[in-house]
C-alpha cells in the first residue's frame, strides 16, 4: 500500500509540474507580456510555411537526444493537444525551447511540421522573454526561452495531419547538431 502511495503521490506532483510550467505563460503579469526578438535570418522567413529546409538547418544533424527541451504553450490560442486549423487562415504559435544540457537558449528556432504521409514544413520563430520560465528552472538564463511565430501562413502546406516539433540550432553544443523536441501537439490542417 505504501509503494502505491508513493507512486501516486510521484505521479500527481509530476502533473503539476507540467501544469505549472505549461501555464508561465497564462500566468505571467501584464508587465511581464512576451515581446518578440527579431527572428534571425531562415529562408522562407515571412513566407509562411515552406517545404525547403531552412538555411540555419542545412548540413547539421538533427537529434532528439542532444538537449532540446520545448513545450508549444498555444496554437492558435488553443492549448489543446490536438488542434484543427485551416489552411487559409495564418496560424500562430507560442511557447518556449531551450538547450537543457547546456542550459542556455539557442538563437535560431524553427518550427517544423511533420505530415503522417511524409513532408516537412518549416517556419521561423522569433525568440521572446518568458521571466516565469526563468524562475519555474531557477535558471535565469532561461528567460529569453519563449518563441512566436507571429501569424505564419500555412498556404504551402497540404491538407492533412502533422505532428509538431520545435528545432534550435544551438549556440554552445555541437556546432554541426540541431536540437529537435517533439511538442506532443497534432494538427489537423484542413
Known amino acids: 500500500m505504501k509503494k502505491n502511495t508513493s507512486a501516486l503521490c510521484l505521479a500527481v506532483a509530476g502533473l503539476c509540474v507540467v501544469f505549472t510550467l505549461s501555464s508561465c505563460e497564462q500566468q505571467e503579469g501584464p508587465s511581464q507580456t512576451a515581446k518578440p526578438a527579431p527572428a ?3 529562408s522562407g522567413d515571412n513566407d509562411g510555411f515552406s517545404g525547403t529546409l531552412p538555411t540555419a538547418l542545412a ?6 537526444s542532444a538537449g532540446g527541451v520545448c513545450v508549444v504553450d498555444l496554437i492558435n490560442d488553443s492549448a489543446s493537444e490536438a488542434v484543427t486549423v485551416s489552411k487559409n487562415s495564418p ?11 547546456t542550459i542556455s537558449v539557442p538563437r535560431t528556432v524553427v518550427i517544423q511540421l511533420a505530415s503522417v504521409a511524409g513532408g516537412k514544413f518549416y517556419a521561423p520563430a522569433a525568440r ?3 521571466p ?3 524562475t519555474a528552472f531557477k535558471t535565469p538564463a532561461y528567460e529569453d526561452g519563449g518563441f512566436d511565430t507571429g501569424s505564419v501562413s500555412l498556404s504551402n502546406v497540404p491538407a492533412g495531419q502533422y505532428a509538431v ?5 544551438s549556440d554552445e553544443a555541437s556546432p554541426d547538431t540541431a536540437l529537435v523536441c517533439d511538442a506532443q501537439k497534432k494538427m489537423e490542417i484542413e
Do not use: H
Request: aromatic residues 4%; glycine residues 12%; proline residues 3%.
Open 132 to 134: 516565469g520560465l526563468a
Open 128 to 130: 521572446t522573454k518568458r
Open 40 to 42: 534571425p535570418a531562415v
Open 59 to 64: 548540413g547539421l544533424t538533427m537529434s532528439a
Open 165 to 169: 516539433s520545435v528545432i534550435q540550432v
Open 91 to 101: 496560424l500562430k504559435m507560442i511557447g518556449w525551447a531551450v538547450d537543457g544540457k
